[in-house]
């Protein structure tokens, strides 16, 4: 019933489970300071082939918040687009820790470097700078909450209007995995060393029971990280599972290859959508897909599928998302499609 | 190595790998809104026979911060004994909530009903009460962080007072499956509907992978807790697997059999110290022993055997600690006794 | 030369300063607990003919933070247009006490009461609340940060879709006295015990050395409020100086004179501009100007003035603000004028 | 009546009070950018002959917030004695800025230099540093709260212990003025250059209405300082009143004198005290009296006299506490000692 309704409906990748039975006579050391979260590092490490400082927390918002609160001055706030899941779907868990979400209008849900600049410029002429907010970090999705993606070029130009301002770049990589086989994508994951200065590999919804990778590029960003984790609630007792899990997404690939297969899955089924002549509300690029349904349809697909209702449309139109994840199966989509054609056919 | 640190040195009981395992094809829906997160508190509810409100999150610092964040109003502070978990181990994660710890003497790791008592009824003579922070809630562990436990009449004493004084009465149960079979103890888990407002059932220390599940006999204090759990970093996406963890531990009782069992484990390597005269450095109730050694001796011990040292006594003496969980062999012990014999002897 | 910058420019008015030299002999207990205190809100509830519970704090931000974050659960967050001084000017002090501004399109500074229906109707249909910031509380100004006012009947019908969503209305009167004389305004002082849930009377840009007099209509939202005040750092130990204040300020009609005085002034200044065919960015309702000039025109206005500039226009064209205030004489209106036909003549 | 209850029941030296009659038609710019501002800071910067960064702000627990928390970091604490005005008497504002207030047991109000060292020493020695708040500043008052004080070789060990742990040393100086002419004081106003961090110079109990002069010794401290001054509510619209009052007290050493007057009339009161054969507290070193009277006679004096009832001794004895001010006159005291006598000697 929950096959379409998000990436984390799944316990996790058998891989992982395998694991978890293969450890269960074995003890470890708390904390995260185990040979398991050494060797994931290592792994992650080795594809990168920089040594940066890795973290293993829990969740995302968890992992958001920790980050921006420990980089952030008091009097420091974090730009994101409108649509950013820290401006809109975190109950303000930025706020809580302090600091002004400053919100851009955003492009399909992205930024747009062009404001972005502009932003940064009329702040820093201002003569009067004590009595607003100081922009102190940028915050971007990549792949985004609509599922677009940045590319190599955008991020580069990003980056270097950061730099220009003095502020670090921090990519949520929440949906990381789908974005390496993503359409249109010419981001390798070594390329991350350069593009962003901080970054998480999302482990929740990419095959992991929960987990996101922390990663510093520049270690000036980290230091005392792991006070700042254990004061945000986010220091797992048992971090070894944490470890476990992405030591398993980071062997033989399989995080990639996760990517690979939903992006697979949602062109297909995105074609398969487009030839029943179903309008898309935005252009899919990764492993979501926006398409758009009159209202009384929707109610009928509702009975058989769970998805979010993602925003109402003129014309009784409705746009529906659908999320295609590492676990979905061809069988499943082909079998919503047989459906839903009886239902259009009728 | 680590198999007398501390109690969450293991994945987790077998039974919840086998559940883990039989649900790996399903779907669920997220955020702790499915059926089995339902299924597990019917459970927990039917074992109290109260319509209790429980809700499931991470580990124990994140459970103590948002709970305790959520009930107190912004110029109120929380009392504790010094060696409360929140006023020492948690990195200030109540402060950075907005919120002092009110520290008070304790006696073997308990609160002093007199000394609680005689503090809010100091409070409450003050002419300049805007001064001072308001004692706006009461957090005991039980089983303490030493091992030692409330009874039922203390118990009864220290709510007495929060009622006089209308603040609740928190209690943290980290170890709480280590309560019920604990020497002297006369609680039943039933008891805990009256005896305290707030409490959680641990699950991290207590045989799970992790969680905690935090239970209001009240529900005046719960009421939108639930975005408070989501603001503090709090809410797992794969709610349901937290869910299936409690939905294990309250079947046939293993949550009880799993205390029972290191119980019987720590009283029987208690016991056999003892026989090697081996001083205490506070009297044994549950699962935590904590000798006293020479420190030559400790640094002998730690070439086989991982431990935390508990605090350093006068005549080079160290009080180290043994923790034994759901998770310890009677061989694992025979085999240090044999090793400690062999040394001491020498 | 900072004559028409704003309206805190000058140490205060004479009678305020006439009591401070009456009462330099004299010694009061501290933090406002004294008789001063007491006759300045009797005056004030005597003038508003209700018992409503009056605090005096030191400045706006202060004001506004303590306010705010005293009502908010951790959880809510406070809406405002998006011009509002909390939104704007305030080094983001309302998120540094972790709530969110909720930031509103507004219309010449102000609420658009459909939108704000709107946007309370929107959250309350969502099925995910807890992964939003819930609106808790409803801010605006009156004068507006654009000098723009609210008639009656748009406040009743804020107050009455506030109340439709229970949650209070806060109007920030900083500059309160220049209101009721201001062009169009139809709201009575008395008025402000229904339009309104919580408010404060401004002092400091109102002929006081500083000081805001906060008001509560109900009660209900100024529990243990000292408390809040002293924790917020707002707690002025010599509090008789800020009731003297007030206490001057609402003898004799004085607050209301002063409000008088310069909505005239303004009055006259902006006929004048108008005559010499400058153009105004909104409309003038009280003791704000905002007229558009060249940007030539504006340097040379500026080294014989000073003034804020408000936005910079297309064409070369800027929006300055001037500001008269209790203090403001004819003359000095004059002398500007003379000069700017001068300029502009040659 | 209020006349030796504290040393805020006065207006403000009369000096203050000429110059604002004297700057009554004046007009300045706002927030602290005015010439008055400066001219009180270069004559501060003379005396101390030293470029310091010094800043105004309005009250003490506002002054102690800000600049504690615009320099730790989230997971870092203060260190204060236990009786430290930030521990017991401001509702927990620097626990609602996120920071845990670090108690250390005191000597007469004073920090044990060897107490610091051990504590400090205790914690660098911990392996799990990451669950502990860390120590990241020293506050300490000078007088003390018990008007005791740190003669130049205390601070200078203090200081000395804070530099080899590398935080910086703070000085609450609210009673400044009485520290320069306290009895067995050798610490001179050009001493505080080296002797601490970070200070403040009290204007409030120092003959100010108000006000308080921060000094950072080190500029890396003040970094935007004015940005945490904005958020914290502390920027004072009419900073050029603050201005005023310490361009005034720092003129013909005005500071300097007021602070002698007091000690020697606390000095006088307290001398004539002990020949009634009243017994003391604790000794006197500056404007504050601790006699010790039975629990009859303080009730009979309170008809009379108002004054702060310190504590409760054994024996139905009370500590009470006279504070002698800038602005106490031999008369009152001699009144008050006649008064005394009369009931003493009935």
Request: proline share 1%; glycine share 6%; hydrophobic share 35%.
């Amino acid at each position: 019933m929950y096959k379409f309704k998000n990436d984390y409906n799944r316990v996790c990748h058998k891989n992982i489970l395998n694991r978890l039975n293969l450890e269960y006579e074995n003890n470890y050391v708390g904390y995260g300071n185990d040979i398991i979260c050494e060797s994931a590092k290592d792994k992650i490490k080795k594809l990168l082939q920089k040594d940066v400082d890795i973290h293993f927390l829990v969740g995302g918002t968890q992992t958001n918040k920790i980050i921006i609160s420990s980089i952030l001055k008091p009097y420091e706030g974090v730009i994101s687009v409108k649509s950013g899941h820290i401006a809109t779907h975190e109950t303000g868990a930025i706020e809580s820790s302090g600091h002004k979400v400053l919100e851009l209008k955003g492009i399909d849900g992205k930024i747009d470097v062009l404001k972005l600049d502009e932003y940064l410029k009329e702040y820093h002429i201002q003569t009067n700078k004590e009595h607003i907010v100081k922009p102190g970090m940028v915050y971007l999705s990549n792949p985004t909450e609509l599922g677009t993606i940045y590319k190599k070029e955008e991020l580069n130009k990003i980056h270097k209007v950061c730099k220009k301002y003095r502020i670090p770049l921090f990519l949520d990589g929440a949906r990381l995995a789908y974005l390496f086989d993503a359409r249109e994508n010419d981001i390798d994951f070594k390329d991350l060393n350069d593009l962003v200065d901080i970054y998480y590999i999302g482990g929740t919804k990419c095959g992991a029971m929960f987990g996101e990778a922390v990663v510093f590029n520049n270690k000036k960003y980290s230091v005392n990280f792991r006070h700042n984790i254990k004061q945000g609630g986010g220091l797992l007792a048992k971090g070894f599972i944490l470890g476990l899990q992405f030591d398993e997404l980071f062997s033989n690939n399989l995080y990639f290859k996760l990517g690979e297969h939903a992006n697979k899955m949602s062109n297909y089924f995105e074609q398969e959508l487009k030839k029943l002549k179903v309008k898309m509300y935005v252009d899919r690029y990764s492993n979501q897909i926006f398409p758009v349904f009159d209202i009384n349809l929707v109610e009928k697909l509702s009975e058989f599928c769970d998805f979010e209702k993602w925003c109402f449309l003129d014309d009784n139109k409705v746009c529906i998302r659908f999320v295609i994840s590492w676990a979905t199966n061809k069988e499943d989509i082909d079998d919503f499609l047989k459906q839903l054609k009886s239902i259009i056919c009728k």
